[in-house]
C-alpha cells in the first residue's frame, strides 16, 4: 500500500490562483519530499522538509509539515500555466531502508 | 534530465517476449531504482539497488529481472512479457549520503505497450 495519499486527486485553477495540494501518510518518517512531474516526463525533485521541520519555503512554493497529523501541504503561489504538471508527495520512513515512498499524486491544471 | 538517460524511450512488444530495458547514469550515484507507472497509481518500486553487489526486490518485482552491470548501469528485463506490464517505466538514482536524506534523479521514462 502507499504511504502518500495526495489531495485532491485533481485540480483546476486559473492563472494567478495559489494552488494548495496536500498530502497524508501512515508512519513516522525522516523527511517528506515533493517532487512534479510533467506529463509523461520524469519527476523533478521541488523541496525537501525535514520531520523536525514545520514550513520551508523555496521560491513560488511553501510546504508545511505537521508530523502529529501525518500530513504535508504543497502551496504553489501566483500561478503560471506552466505549473501544470502531475505532484506528488515522497516520504521515506524511519522503518525503511531509505527508500521513498511515492503518493498517488496531484495533477493540476493552470488555466491561461 | 540528461545525467539519466533511458533507452529505449518507447517500445512496442508482444505477448511472451522477453525484453530489456535500459538505464545509464552519469551523476555517480551508487543507488539505482526501477519504478512502473500506471495511471492513477503514482509510481511504484519493481527493483532496487545499493551497490553493484546489492539488489532488492521492491513492492512489485514478480514477472521483472534486473542487472547492475556497473555503477552507472542498471537494466530492467521482462522475462515473458504480458500485456498488463504496459505501462510508464522510470528509472532514477539517488544521492544519499548515510544520513537520513535522499534524493531521486529521474529518467526521461520508457513507455512500454505489451499486445
Known amino acids: 500500500s502507499q504511504q502518500g495519499e495526495e489531495d485532491p486527486q485533481a485540480l483546476s485553477i486559473q492563472e494567478g490562483e495559489n494552488a494548495t495540494m496536500n498530502c497524508s501518510y501512515k508512519t513516522s518518517i525522516n523527511n517528506l519530499q515533493w517532487y512534479r512531474q510533467n506529463s509523461g516526463r520524469g519527476l523533478v525533485h521541488l523541496i525537501l522538509?525535514?520531520?523536525?521541520?514545520r514550513e520551508k519555503h523555496s521560491g513560488r512554493l511553501r510546504v508545511t509539515l505537521d508530523t502529529s497529523k501525518k500530513s504535508s501541504s504543497l502551496l504553489i503561489t501566483a500561478s503560471r500555466a506552466a505549473d501544470t504538471a502531475s505532484y506528488f508527495c515522497?516520504?521515506?520512513?524511519?522503518?525503511?531502508?531509505?527508500?521513498?515512498?511515492f503518493g498517488s499524486g496531484t495533477r493540476l491544471l493552470v488555466r491561461p | 534530465d540528461a545525467d539519466v538517460t533511458q533507452t529505449p524511450r518507447n517500445r512496442i512488444t508482444k505477448t511472451g517476449k522477453r525484453i530489456m530495458l535500459e538505464c545509464s547514469q552519469t551523476?555517480?550515484?551508487?543507488?539505482m531504482y526501477w519504478y512502473r507507472q500506471d495511471p492513477g497509481l503514482g509510481l511504484r518500486l519493481i527493483y532496487y539497488?545499493?551497490?553493484?553487489?546489492?539488489?532488492n526486490k521492491g513492492e512489485i518485482s514478480d514477472g521483472y529481472s534486473v542487472s547492475r552491470q556497473a555503477q552507472a548501469k542498471f537494466s530492467l528485463s521482462l522475462e515473458s512479457a504480458i500485456p498488463n506490464q504496459t505501462a510508464l517505466y522510470f528509472c532514477a538514482t539517488s544521492d544519499f549520503g548515510g544520513g537520513t536524506e535522499e534524493t531521486q534523479y529521474f529518467g526521461p521514462g520508457t513507455r512500454l505497450l505489451v499486445l
Open positions: 551523476k555517480g550515484h551508487d543507488r
Open positions: 539497488s545499493f551497490d553493484v553487489k546489492d539488489i
Open positions: 515522497a516520504t521515506d520512513a524511519e522503518d525503511s531502508s531509505y527508500k521513498l515512498i
Open positions: 522538509i525535514r520531520s523536525n521541520e
